[in-house]
């Protein structure tokens, strides 16, 4: 099967019969929305299928213009490559390393035969075998908000996060099948000194979720201890778990055109042992990339192939994703701007370029709202439709960003799982059976009449439709006697129903401890050096 090919119908949900499963979400219509009634726990969101063919923003020209572009980048001006491990074996594979600088130049032949080593779509295995991700092909897979300083809810306003803040992020994701993945730390539990929160802070991804999740890639022992942790986690010996891609880790190009030291490092720790690596340059158009969306897009694929290059080169057929996050400033302020048409346009050319390359697609959700209101809806909402369009395939900061990344907002998570439940719905394919034509139901009708009562109706009515979880549609009266509550109301509601029902997926006992003893003799060890 070629890089370009969808994954194998075994690796993807049987979209036959998927509408059916796919109902009930949660929430209600009726006046009794107020009691919270729960949906039952189904697989009906845990492998959604892409079935609207991919938008083509960018001609053949303009799609090869921006290519060969991006290969005169990274011969004439080149990349920083800022660990000199990585120089070396850059140099060894026959790249230009400039003398007395960190300057790497990539001849476009060498570029192109390290990302055809790529493996294309791929298994993100997790603890529990039925959270497995296909990522790739025709696959959309969602993560959680992730790496925001804050977070906030309406009783408690904006905060830094705590501990406490960071496990009801991640309880409030494992209860809902629509997230696939934990993408990080919801929020940078502050209140755990940065030597050893890693180690509490995957320990709890182990124990209150059973869904894959990431390392962040901030020196090379956290990446061990990682690596550990999800060994532990699955309960596998090293050997498997090499096989079977069980981590991930987002590598972020410094853009213009470098990379870190640890972000490198990370690289060939992750890469190394076959685990995922999404590259992942962070361009902003008018500030850290040309103003042009065209020429941001030409250094985001610079930086993109640099990356990913970089992960075949330490080992050819490791897992990695192509990753885009350009979006556009605020030529007024210079703040970061997300949900615009110029981010539409750079996702869904994004898409282009990663098939291009037979790679899957990272993108993300976002908004630069403050507030649940409206721009947080519509901002959202464009973002989701232009990675939808743009053929997205790994998808972060689907749920509860706010802010430009800078919030985790427990509202704003129910609201995006709402949204992104509709956009699965949308995707699920029209039934044209013989059943779903109705014959015999517009039979019985006949001109004039209603359906409210056949039996066609009758058999199908709590199913039919998709159920939202926060849209009100009573009427004004009944609305407006019920405290006319806004969807800020529902969210808030919903979020904390939703904790105080979750309950934590079953985890062996033997693995419990050991993980639990691993834990205490690395902070007996010190957890990493830091300089506070």
């Excluded at 991919?54 to 060969?68: Q, R």
């Excluded at 055109?257 to 962070?282: C, H, K, W």
């Excluded at 919903?494 to 997926?505: D, F, H, I, N, R």
Aim: with cysteine; proline share 5%; net charge negative.
């Amino acid at each position: 099967m070629s890089k370009n090919e969808d994954i194998s119908a075994g690796a993807v949900e049987n979209t036959a019969g998927v509408s059916e499963r796919r109902r009930r979400a949660g929430g209600g219509r009726s006046g009794d929305r107020g009691k919270g009634r729960k949906s039952p726990a189904t697989l009906r969101y845990r492998s959604i299928l892409n079935t609207q063919a991919p938008s083509l923003i960018l001609s053949e020209e303009g799609l090869e213009a921006i290519h060969e572009a991006s290969l005169d980048v990274l011969e004439q001006i080149g990349v920083d490559f800022m660990l000199p491990e990585a120089r070396t074996l850059l140099a060894a594979a026959g790249a230009q390393v400039v003398a007395g600088t960190e300057r790497v130049r990539l001849d476009r032949g060498l570029i192109m035969d390290l990302v055809a080593k790529a493996p294309g779509p791929f298994t993100l295995h997790a603890r529990n075998p039925e959270r497995n991700v296909a990522i790739g092909g025709r696959t959309m897979a969602f993560a959680q908000v992730a790496s925001a300083p804050y977070c906030s809810d309406r009783d408690n306003g904006r905060r830094t996060g705590t501990q406490e803040d960071f496990r009801n992020l991640i309880k409030l994701a494992q209860s809902y099948d629509i997230i696939h993945m934990n993408g990080g730390y919801p929020v940078e539990p502050t209140d755990l000194h940065a030597s050893v929160r890693h180690l509490d802070c995957l320990s709890d991804l182990v124990k209150l979720t059973d869904k894959p999740f990431h390392a962040y890639s901030l020196g090379r022992q956290r990446n061990l201890d990682a690596l550990e942790i999800a060994r532990i986690g699955r309960g596998v010996s090293a050997e498997q778990m090499e096989a079977e891609p069980s981590l991930f880790t987002i590598i972020n190009a410094s853009s213009p055109l470098r990379y870190d030291a640890p972000m490198l490092q990370g690289i060939l720790e992750m890469s190394s042992r076959n685990q995922v690596v999404v590259i992942t340059p962070f361009t902003l158009a008018g500030a850290m990339a040309p103003v042009t969306v065209a020429g941001a897009l030409v250094q985001q694929n610079a930086e993109a192939l640099a990356g990913i290059a970089f992960t075949q080169l330490v080992r050819p057929g490791a897992p990695v994703v192509y990753g885009g996050f350009t979006s556009n400033v605020d030529m007024k302020s210079g703040a970061p701007a997300f949900g615009t048409p110029e981010y539409m346009k750079a996702v869904m050319a994004g898409g282009q370029l990663a098939r291009r390359y037979g790679l899957p697609y990272r993108t993300s959700n976002t908004c630069a709202a403050n507030t649940l209101d409206a721009q947080s809806a519509y901002e959202s909402m464009m973002s989701l439709w232009g990675l939808v369009q743009g053929g997205g395939n790994f998808i972060m900061h689907a749920a509860g960003w706010m802010e430009g990344g800078l919030t985790a907002s427990f509202e704003k998570f129910v609201m995006d799982v709402d949204m992104l439940q509709m956009v699965a719905e949308f995707l699920a394919p029209l039934d044209t059976s013989p059943d779903a034509l109705a014959m015999d139901a517009i039979a019985e009708v006949g001109p004039g009449g209603h359906y409210f009562g056949t039996a066609h109706t009758l058999s199908r009515y709590e199913t039919a439709f998709y159920s939202p979880i926060l849209s009100d549609w009573r009427n004004f009266e009944s609305w407006s006697l019920a405290g006319q509550p806004t969807t800020f109301d529902h969210a808030n509601r919903v979020w904390k129903e939703t904790l105080a029902s979750y309950e934590a997926p079953p985890l062996d006992a033997a693995i419990s401890e050991e993980l639990d003893a691993f834990v205490a003799r690395r902070k007996q060890e010190g957890g990493v050096p830091t300089d506070f």
